[in-house]
Nanobody, 117 residues
Framework: QVQLVESGGGLVQPGGSLRLSCAAS????????MGWYRQAPGKQRELVAT???????NYADSVKGRFTISRDNAKNTVYLQMNSLEFEDTAVYYC???????????WGQGTQVTVSS
């Protein structure tokens, strides 16, 4: 059974930084795509960033140049470095993974990021 453990959320002032981590386990063959979505109050869940098994990345326009996604395949962990945080980045952040040779994705429990002065 695939399990995800997220960490790194919290309260930060505008312009500050946070680093989210998501450690995955339970896949015998590792993971293909990994990434992050977020959901702000009253809004739909939206893509933040994704990274493939080969390291190709994709970002939402709203976070380009501020956020960086990376992964450590030896640890089955995906990271989201968030810099220059803005009020609009306040949301619950969810990581997701797609195990190799499995036809579905798995989601973390979510971690709250609050940008406030």
């Amino acid at each position: 059974q695939v399990q995800l453990v997220e960490s790194g959320g919290g309260l930060v002032q505008p312009g500050g930084s946070l680093r989210l981590s998501c450690a995955a386990s339970g896949s015998a063959f590792g993971f293909n795509a990994m990434g992050w979505y977020r959901q702000a109050p009253g809004k739909q869940r939206e893509l933040v960033a994704t990274i493939t098994g080969g390291g190709s990345t994709n970002y939402a326009d709203s976070v380009k140049g501020r956020f960086t996604i990376s992964r450590d395949n030896a640890k089955n962990t995906v990271y989201l470095q968030m810099n220059s945080l803005e009020f609009e980045d306040t949301a619950v952040y969810y990581c997701y993974v797609v195990p190799l040779y499995v036809g579905r994705d798995y989601w973390g429990q979510g971690t709250q990021v609050t940008v406030s002065s």
